[in-house]
């Protein structure tokens, strides 16, 4: 029988079981009167309980053609298909901007603030994000930097009960920036005046790579691009680690549901932001609603006769769908 990967089925597994698991805890800790709550509970803990993959026999490729989310910020399966998707945005929008630029020179920043408790998380990341505002209208950031992406990662200090919420921040500068190195002590002023707070903040900043049509002839400019897009995936990367969820109660899942209600916490800027609105982008902060991308052939060889394969959750694992028939 042809099945998908025993690694992407197991990936899959491994995020529904914890999405499961978070909705399940949910519900027994709510009023049966909080319909609100309930439906959005039990909608989570009925995202993708059916997956449908198309196989081609000719070329031997297979995609995910359908599937069911429920778009919530705290689903563990919608937070790795929503990673995916800017992933994939990414790396088209950069390829874009190194096809017109002819270069990539790239770093990625991480700017940080100290912890919180989870009742001061919504105020923190409003900080966190004022600060990176103010860090942006900086002359020397204005100079050299021409392009941007930030999300907010957070992650949580069990021993303490703790979050730490930071920013990953992909930049992209001009060429003459190389001449003009800013060093990370020098991030880490600028960044603590902008916190504007009395300690100072920690910050990282690493070269993803500067890759250049102009420049290291000998050098295979198309698989070190490929470095930097590697680099680029810490700018897409979950909101929450798993530990996050996995290690709170049911109060502390509540208040970081209301700390990140309506948060914008991924962010693009300058020619990044230019290179989405050109291949026509949405700035949407959820995965798809639904994937549903059924082909009338295959998109890798053109082959209209396709496999249609189904998995069904069935408790801890996807198995072959009871209710369906393979068909060609």
Same mark, same amino acid.
């Given at each position: 029988?042809? #099945?998908?990967?025993?690694?992407?089925?197991?990936?899959?597994?491994?995020?529904?079981?914890?999405?499961?698991?978070?909705?399940?805890?949910?519900?027994?800790?709510?009023?049966?009167?909080? *319909?609100?709550?309930?439906?959005?509970? =039990?909608?989570?803990?009925?995202?993708?309980?059916?997956?449908?993959?198309?196989?081609?026999? /000719?070329?031997?490729?297979?995609?995910?053609?359908?599937?069911?989310?429920?778009?919530?910020?705290?689903?563990?399966?919608?937070?790795?298909?929503?990673?995916?998707?800017?992933?994939?945005?990414?790396?088209? @929008?950069?390829?874009?901007?190194?096809?017109?630029?002819?270069? #990539?020179?790239?770093?990625?920043?991480?700017?940080?603030?100290?912890?919180?408790?989870?009742?001061?998380?919504?105020?923190?990341?409003?900080? +966190?994000?004022? @600060?990176?505002?103010?860090?942006?209208?900086?002359? #020397?950031?204005?100079?050299? $930097? *021409?392009?941007?992406?930030?999300?907010? =990662?957070?992650?949580?200090?069990?021993?303490?009960?703790?979050?730490?919420?930071?920013?990953?921040?992909?930049?992209?500068? /001009?060429?003459?920036?190389?001449?003009?190195? #800013?060093?990370?002590? =020098?991030?880490?002023?600028?960044?603590?005046?902008?916190?504007? $707070?009395?300690?100072?903040?920690?910050?990282?900043?690493?070269?993803?790579?500067?890759?250049?049509?102009?420049?290291?002839?000998?050098?295979?400019?198309?698989?070190?691009?490929? @470095?930097?897009?590697?680099?680029? +995936?810490?700018?897409?990367?979950?909101?929450?680690?798993?530990?996050?969820?996995?290690?709170?109660?049911?109060?502390?899942?509540?208040?970081?549901?209301?700390?990140?209600?309506?948060?914008?916490?991924?962010?693009?800027?300058? =020619?990044?932001?230019?290179?989405?609105?050109?291949?026509?982008?949405? /700035?949407?902060?959820?995965? $798809?609603?639904?994937?549903?991308?059924?082909?009338?052939?295959?998109?890798?060889?053109?082959?209209?006769?396709?496999?249609? *394969? $189904?998995?069904?959750? @069935?408790?801890?694992?996807?198995?072959?769908?009871?209710?369906?028939?393979?068909?060609?």
């Amino acid at each position: 029988m042809i #099945i998908p990967s025993e690694a992407a089925l197991r990936k899959w597994s491994l995020k529904k079981q914890k999405s499961e698991s978070l909705a399940t805890m949910m519900l027994n800790s709510i009023s049966e009167d909080d *319909i609100e709550q309930k439906m959005r509970w =039990e909608r989570m803990r009925d995202c993708a309980t059916r997956l449908e993959y198309q196989y081609c026999a /000719d070329c031997g490729s297979m995609h995910l053609a359908r599937t069911n989310l429920c778009r919530d910020r705290l689903c563990a399966v919608c937070s790795w298909r929503l990673s995916m998707q800017r992933y994939a945005e990414m790396l088209h @929008a950069l390829n874009l901007i190194y096809e017109k630029r002819g270069y #990539i020179s790239a770093a990625m920043l991480t700017l940080t603030i100290r912890n919180c408790e989870a009742s001061n998380l919504r105020s923190t990341i409003k900080k +966190l994000n004022s @600060a990176f505002a103010k860090l942006r209208k900086r002359r #020397i950031f204005q100079k050299y $930097v *021409i392009a941007y992406a930030k999300s907010i =990662e957070i992650t949580k200090n069990a021993k303490n009960n703790t979050y730490h919420p930071h920013a990953h921040v992909l930049l992209l500068f /001009d060429r003459t920036y190389k001449k003009t190195y #800013i060093k990370q002590a =020098e991030w880490a002023d600028m960044w603590t005046q902008c916190l504007n $707070v009395d300690y100072t903040a920690i910050v990282d900043i690493r070269t993803a790579y500067c890759a250049d049509v102009n420049v290291n002839k000998n050098v295979d400019n198309v698989t070190k691009f490929d @470095a930097t897009l590697k680099a680029a +995936l810490e700018s897409c990367k979950y909101a929450l680690k798993d530990n996050v969820l996995d290690t709170s109660d049911a109060k502390s899942v509540n208040e970081i549901s209301d700390a990140l209600k309506d948060m914008r916490l991924i962010s693009y800027g300058l =020619e990044l932001a230019a290179a989405r609105r050109e291949l026509k982008y949405k /700035d949407e902060d959820r995965a $798809v609603y639904d994937v549903d991308a059924a082909e009338l052939c295959c998109p890798k060889c053109g082959n209209e006769s396709l496999i249609d *394969i $189904v998995y069904e959750w @069935a408790k801890s694992s996807y198995m072959p769908a009871s209710d369906f028939t393979y068909q060609k």
